[in-house]
C-alpha cells in the first residue's frame, strides 16, 4: 500500500530543493518508478516533491559549443525522436528507443531514468536486505540469474537504466543543484557503486537534484550505438547490452569507449577492452580479443554464467557492425 505523503509541487528549483531538504522527502518526475517503490516500501516516504511544472528543465537545446543540453525533466520519447540525438548521438537515440514500453517512455523522464532505483526482487520484495538496511543479500545463495557479474560485493544488483550506459560511452555529464548550488559530474561518475556505499545508487546528496544532462561536441567520425538483449521481446530490462562509441581512420579504431549494461551494479566501463583494439585494425580477430579481454574479470554467481558468452557475442558483433 502507497503510504500517506505531503504532497508539494513547485515551478521553482530553490523551492523543490528547499522542499527536498526534509527527511522522508523525495522527487516527483513522471513517477513511474516512484510510486511503485513507495507502494512496496522500497523506502520511506513522507513528502513527494513534483517537479514537472518546472520548465526550465525541459527540452533538448544545441550548446553555443555544438553540444547538446538535454533538461532532466525530457521524456524519454523525446530524446527518442529527437532528430538532433539521431544525428549526432545515436547510442543515446537507441538506448531511448529500448527503454520499458511506449507508455513508460512517454512519461518518464531521463532524469528518473538515471535516478531510479535497482530492480533486485529481493529489494522490490519484501526482503529486509543489505541495501534497504538489513544484515544480508540473499542474492549469493537465492534466486541470481540477473545479478551482475562484474563489480559486486555486499549487493550485486544491475545498474538498470538504458540510457545511463549510452551517456557514459559519449562523455555526458549531469547538473546538479542543491542548496549549496550548484555542480557537474560525469555520468560516468554519477554512480555509486556498492563497494563504496551500497545504501546509495548515486552521488546525489539530500535536497540534491539533477536539472540537465550536457552532451559535449561530438569528435569528428565519432559513430555511437546501444544494443540490448533481454529476456522477452515486449519490454524488458537489460539481460546484457553495450553502448560503444568509436571513430576509425580507415579500419583502424582512433577513439573508443564501451560500456556494458545489464552486468554490473553500475554502467560498466570495459577499458581492457577499449585498451585491445585502440590504434589497432577492427576485424574479427581484434573483436575477438576485446571480448575475451572484457570479461577476463568476469565473476558470474550460481545461475548467471550464462551472461558471459551472451557479453561475448554482444561485444564482437557490436564491434563489427563498425565495419558496414
Ligand atoms: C515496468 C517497467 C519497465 C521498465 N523497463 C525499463 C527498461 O527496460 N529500461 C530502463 O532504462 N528503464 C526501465 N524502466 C524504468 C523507467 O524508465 C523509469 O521508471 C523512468 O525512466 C523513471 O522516470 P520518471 O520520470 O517516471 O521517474 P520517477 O518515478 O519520478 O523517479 C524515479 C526516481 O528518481 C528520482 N528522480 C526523478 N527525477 C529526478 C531528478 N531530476 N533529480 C533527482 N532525482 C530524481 C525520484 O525521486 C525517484 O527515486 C521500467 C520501469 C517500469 C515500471
Ligand atoms: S543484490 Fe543488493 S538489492 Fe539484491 S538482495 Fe542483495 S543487497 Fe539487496
Known amino acids: 500500500m502507497v503510504p500517506r505523503f505531503s504532497y508539494f509541487r513547485t515551478n521553482s528549483i530553490p523551492d523543490a530543493v528547499r522542499c527536498l531538504s526534509q527527511v522522508g522527502a523525495r522527487v516527483h518526475a513522471g513517477g513511474t518508478d516512484l510510486l ?14 513534483s517537479i514537472s511544472g518546472i520548465a526550465a528543465l525541459k527540452g533538448i537545446h544545441e550548446t553555443p559549443e555544438g553540444g547538446l543540453r538535454i533538461g532532466a525533466l525530457t521524456t524519454i520519447s523525446e530524446i527518442a525522436g529527437n532528430p538532433l540525438v539521431a544525428a549526432k548521438y545515436r547510442a543515446l537515440s537507441m538506448a531511448a528507443a529500448e527503454v520499458a514500453s511506449p507508455q513508460l517512455r512517454n512519461q518518464g523522464t531521463i532524469g528518473g531514468n538515471l535516478c531510479q532505483k535497482p530492480r533486485c526482487w529481493y529489494y522490490r520484495g519484501e526482503f529486509n536486505c543489505l541495501r534497504k538496511g538489513g544484515d544480508r543479500c540473499y542474492a549469493p545463495e537465492g534466486e541470481n540469474r540477473y545479478h551482475c557479474i562484474f563489480g559486486g560485493e555486499n ?39 556498492p563497494a563504496v556505499d551500497f545504501t546509495v545508487e548515486t552521488v546525489l546528496k539530500s535536497g540534491e537534484i539533477v536539472t540537465e544532462i550536457i552532451l559535449p561536441p561530438p569528435a569528428a567520425g565519432l559513430r555511437s550505438a546501444y544494443r540490448k538483449v533481454r529476456a522477452r521481446q515486449s519490454w524488458d530490462f537489460a539481460l546484457a547490452g553495450m553502448a560503444s562509441a568509436i571513430s576509425l581512420n580507415k579500419d583502424q579504431v582512433i577513439h573508443c569507449r564501451m560500456v556494458l549494461s545489464g552486468a554490473a551494479p553500475v554502467p560498466w566501463r570495459i577499458p581492457e577492452a577499449e585498451a585491445a583494439i585502440k590504434g589497432r585494425r577492427l576485424d574479427v580477430d581484434t573483436a575477438a580479443k576485446a571480448a575475451d579481454a572484457a570479461l577476463k574479470k568476469a565473476e558470474p554467481m550460481s545461475q548467471n554464467a550464462y551472461k558471459v558468452p551472451l557479453f561475448s557475442a554482444v561485444i564482437k558483433q557490436e564491434l563489427l557492425n563498425y565495419l558496414e
Not at 557514459?168 to 550548484?182: D, F, Q
Request: aromatic content about 6%; glycine content about 10%; overall charge positive.
Open 36 to 49: 511503485g517503490c513507495a507502494r512496496d516500501s522500497v523506502f520511506g516516504l513522507s513528502t513527494v516533491v
Open 155 to 193: 549487493c550485486y544488483i544491475v545498474h538498470p537504466s538504458d540510457t545511463a550506459p549510452a551517456l557514459v560511452a559519449l562523455g555526458a555529464s549531469v547538473t546538479i543543484e542543491g542548496l549549496k548550488g550548484r555542480r557537474s559530474v560525469p555520468v560516468e561518475k554519477f554512480h555509486v557503486p
